[in-house]
T-cell receptor, first 114, second 115 residues
Framework: QQQVKQSPQSLIVQKGGISIINCAYENTAFDYFPWYQQFPGKGPALLIAIRPDVSEKKEGRFTISFNKSAKQFSLHIMDSQPGDSATYFCAASKGRSNDYKLSFGAGTTVTVRA | DTGVSQDPRHKITKRGQNVTFRCDPISEHNRLYWYRQTLGQGPEFLTYFQNEAQLEKSRLLSDRFSAERPKGSFSTLEIQRTEQGDSAMYLC?????????????FGQGTRLTVV
C-alpha cells in the first residue's frame, strides 16, 4: 500500500513554462517531505524539502507548497528548462518518531520541450 | 568524491547465484538505508542501520536477503539464490541523525539483472 500518492504520472511542458506535481498522504505522523530528482541510470538526488510548520519553501526555480489540513503538497518548477527533464519523486518520513525511512510516491516523468 | 558510493554499478547474474553489493556512505553519516527500485516505480525501503545496528527490516526483505554494516562504516547487501523477480536497482542512502532530519543522500545504485 503506497503511503504517498503522486500525480500526474507524466507531464510535458514547454521551455519557460511551469511544471506542477502533486502529492497526497494519509498518515499524519509524517513530518518531513522531500522531493527527489532522478535522471535515467542515476540515483535520486535531493532537490528540496519542507516540514509541516511552513506552507511554502522556495529554492531557486523550485517551490514546495504544503497544505497540512488537506494533507497535500506540491512541487512547482518555474521557468522549466530542458535540463529539468527527469523523474521527480515526492517522499515522506516521520523524523519526530525516530522513523527515518522514506515512503516514496510513484514518480512523475517531466519532459521539457525546447 | 565525498558522496555515497555503490559497487558494482551493474551486475548480471544467473538465477540461483548469490550476489553481494557494497555501499560506502558519506563518512560522517551514522544512518544507512537500502532501497529497491523497479522500473517506473519509486524506491521501496528494505532495511536501515544506525551505526552498526540493523534497526528495521521491511517485509520485502525475504530470508534470502541479508545486510550488514560492520563497524558502522560500509554496508553490504547479499542476495542468495537470486530469482528473476530480484532484478531491480538497489539503492543505498545515508543521513546524519542528530539534525532531527532525514536529509538522505543516495548513491548511484547497483542495477541487478537476473537471467
Amino acid at each position: 500500500q503506497q503511503q504517498v500518492k503522486q500525480s500526474p504520472q507524466s507531464l510535458i511542458v514547454q521551455k519557460g513554462g511551469i511544471s506542477i506535481i502533486n502529492c497526497a498522504y494519509e498518515n499524519t505522523a509524517f513530518d518531513y517531505f522531500p522531493w527527489y530528482q532522478q535522471f535515467p541510470g542515476k540515483g535520486p538526488a535531493l532537490l528540496i524539502a519542507i516540514r509541516p510548520d511552513v506552507s511554502e519553501k522556495k529554492e531557486g526555480r523550485f517551490t514546495i507548497s504544503f497544505n497540512k489540513s488537506a494533507k497535500q503538497f506540491s512541487l512547482h518548477i518555474m521557468d522549466s528548462q530542458p535540463g529539468d527533464s527527469a523523474t521527480y519523486f515526492c517522499a515522506a518520513s516521520k523524523g519526530r518518531s525516530n522513523d527515518y525511512k522514506l515512503s516514496f510516491g510513484a514518480g512523475t516523468t517531466v519532459t521539457v520541450r525546447a | 568524491d565525498t558522496g555515497v558510493s555503490q559497487d558494482p554499478r551493474h551486475k548480471i547474474t544467473k538465477r540461483g547465484q548469490n550476489v553481494t553489493f557494497r555501499c560506502d556512505p558519506i563518512s560522517e553519516h551514522n544512518r544507512l538505508y537500502w532501497y529497491r527500485q523497479t522500473l517506473g516505480q519509486g524506491p521501496e525501503f528494505l532495511t536501515y542501520f544506525q551505526n552498526e545496528a540493523q534497526l528495521e527490516k521491511s517485509r520485502l526483505l525475504s530470508d534470502r536477503f541479508s545486510a550488514e554494516r560492520p563497524k558502522g562504516s560500509f554496508s553490504t547487501l547479499e542476495i542468495q539464490r537470486t530469482e528473476q523477480g530480484d532484478s531491480a536497482m538497489y539503492l543505498c542512502a545515508s543521513s546524519f541523525g542528530d539534525r532531527g532530519g532525514v536529509e538522505a543522500f543516495f548513491g548511484q545504485g547497483t542495477r541487478l539483472t537476473v537471467v
